[in-house]
């Protein structure tokens, strides 16, 4: 069965400065790869994801995370900081064979200070 | 395109009550999901249907959980009776049936159990 791990329950970062949430995880196969937002009282939203290609994927409001099938991880960077960043994001994982549900992660509360 | 909707978006109740939520997924999505996400946890898989047929029920709580997608569009999650440990918010999201696509979720019902 997939797993996701997230180690770090907040992650503080000084507005400018770069940021990386971490994520590792477990899966039969080939993974497939996620990372959401959730602002308080919306739902998910959706950042980026993994299939196969690059190890580096870009997503929107210019975050991006690096595949490392070695170490099993999926982190999620961004450059700058922006306070506005502030939000808890989630990992997600599922395999790319026959019938696999999507697994989060239990989430990584980023806190941007100005 | 509009979002997927949910309703309500708050709900309180007392245990051993009765509750039913509401899902209009993004037009043409062939796949639903309903998650239930507890306080400082990640969502959780309920039930996927594609269409109206049920893929994955394999994590919902069958003696007082129940959900329905009729004519493969809208669906309803219900819980009877409620117990204290059903309070969650649950998250309504779709997708267009692509194994490796991202799922786009609604703003979610948070219910609370007194």
């Known amino acids: 069965a997939q797993s996701v791990a997230q180690p770090e329950d907040q992650v503080n970062v000084a507005e400018g400065n770069p940021l990386t949430v971490k994520c590792t995880y477990s899966v039969s196969g080939n993974p497939y790869l996620f990372w959401y937002v959730q602002y308080p009282n919306r739902g998910l939203q959706f950042l980026l994801k993994?299939?196969?290609?690059?190890?580096l994927v870009k997503g929107s409001y210019g975050f991006e995370a690096e595949f490392n099938k070695s170490q099993t991880s999926f982190h999620l960077k961004k450059p700058s900081a922006l306070v506005s960043d502030s939000a808890l994001y989630f990992c997600?994982?599922?395999?790319?064979?026959?019938?696999?549900?999507?697994?989060f992660g239990t989430g990584t509360r980023l806190l941007v200070s100005p | 395109e509009a979002g997927v909707a949910q309703s309500p978006r708050y709900k309180i109740i007392e245990k051993r009550q009765s509750v039913a939520f509401w899902c209009n997924p993004i037009?043409?999505?062939?796949?639903l999901y309903w998650y239930q996400q507890i306080l400082g946890q990640g969502p959780k898989l309920l039930i996927q249907?594609?269409?109206?047929?049920?893929?994955?029920d394999s994590q919902l709580p069958k003696d007082r959980f129940s959900a329905e997608r009729l004519k493969g569009v809208d669906s309803t999650l219900k819980i009877q009776p409620a117990k204290l440990e059903d309070s969650a918010v649950y998250l309504c999201?779709?997708?267009?049936?692509?194994?490796?696509?991202?799922?786009?979720f609604g703003p979610g019902t948070r219910l609370t159990v007194t």
């Open positions: 993994y299939i196969t290609g690059d190890n």
């Open positions: 249907f594609q269409n109206n047929g049920v893929v994955d």
């Open positions: 037009s043409g999505h062939a796949t």
């Open positions: 999201a779709s997708d267009p049936a692509g194994l490796a696509g991202e799922q786009y």
């Open positions: 997600a994982v599922k395999g790319n064979t026959g019938f696999q549900k999507l697994v």
